[in-house]
């Protein structure tokens, strides 16, 4: 059988970046389409007031559904597809930023930290007004009022084009806050998203380690990676939720104070606060992760450059996994 530790891994500076960017953008569009419900459902648990709507993800899921058909399930996805743009600096800041560090250390989990905290800096700088337009669409509903902002004509939000709530959300963010505000809960994301990202990262590399270790050599890499992506996401998900959950308030509510949105949630909810919309969090990492672990080295294959396509092999090395 051929040694698995002489496999040679796909590089940054062996991609065709076209391709790559073009395929990347196929699949992240993928992965929004099929998540974005559960992204939807898990902000308007958060930012609900106890238990005053939903009493939990299934429920939310139902009463969505039943209240505003499908449509209701992609509010706010026309906007948030902007997204992909920080998708994509995302991926290019990890991996170039995982070149660099592998001059100075070998060590995957330095290798992973460093780089997935730092993409995840670049890609926040340009996700976060996004965010906050598309979450106050998310929280357009029939009859109780959600967030701050209501978008205005129809009361129930029927009848108003998709691109006209946009433009009427955001001038209801520029007469409220200024330009400051599409920058609202800037802090709150880096400090939700960065550690998700450098904490990630590390764990899906330990759990495919240990996975490695514990199944028989013939049992293929993507058993792995299906496996290790969702347990890494999930991990990640209980560690960051409670500042995800302040995060959220503070975009869609419009609060100034991390410290002061925490010290309410907690007089009001108590230390479950912090885990609200934790379930739905977790149901939507899972297909994306799993995407993403199993296509992103399938991604690599298809953007390799030509000249060296004969030259490859396919199988990964599970000392070194290149994501």
Sequence with gaps: MEDKRNIQIIEWEHLDKKKFYVFGVAMTMMIRVSVYPFTLIRTRLQVQKGKSLYHGTFDAFIKILRADGVAGLYRGFLV???????????????????????????????????????????????????DVVSQHLMMQRKGEKMG???????????????????????????????????????????????????????FYHFYAEQLSSLCPKECPHIVFQAISGPLAAAT???????????????????????????????????????????????????????????????????????ELVDSRHWTMDRTSWNF
Aim: hydrophobic content about 40%.
């Design 236 to 306: 990640a998900s209980i560690l960051t939720n409670p500042m995800d959950v302040i995060r959220t308030r503070v975009q869609v509510e419009g609060k100034n104070s991390i410290i002061l949105t925490f010290r309410q949630l907690m007089a009001e909810e108590g230390p479950w606060g912090l885990m609200k919309g934790l379930s739905a969090r977790i149901i939507s990492a899972t297909p994306s992760t799993i995407v993403i672990v199993v296509g992103y080295e399938s991604l690599k294959k298809l953007s390799l450059r030509p």
């Design 148 to 202: 701050r902002f209501q978008v205005r004509g129809n009361p129930e939000g029927q009848g108003v084009v998709a691109f006209g709530q946009t433009k009427d959300i955001i001038r209801q963010i520029l007469r409220a806050d200024g330009l400051r505000g599409f920058y609202r809960g800037y802090v709150a994301s880096l400090l939700t998203y960065i550690p998700n990202s450098a904490v990630w990262w590390p």
């Design 80 to 130: 948030n597809t902007f997204t992909l743009i920080s998708g994509q600096c995302y991926v290019t800041t990890y991996e170039l930023t995982r070149k660099f560090v592998a001059d100075y250390s070998q060590s995957n989990t330095v290798k992973s930290l460093v780089a997935g905290g730092s993409a995840s800096l670049v890609a926040q700088s340009i996700t976060v007004p996004i």
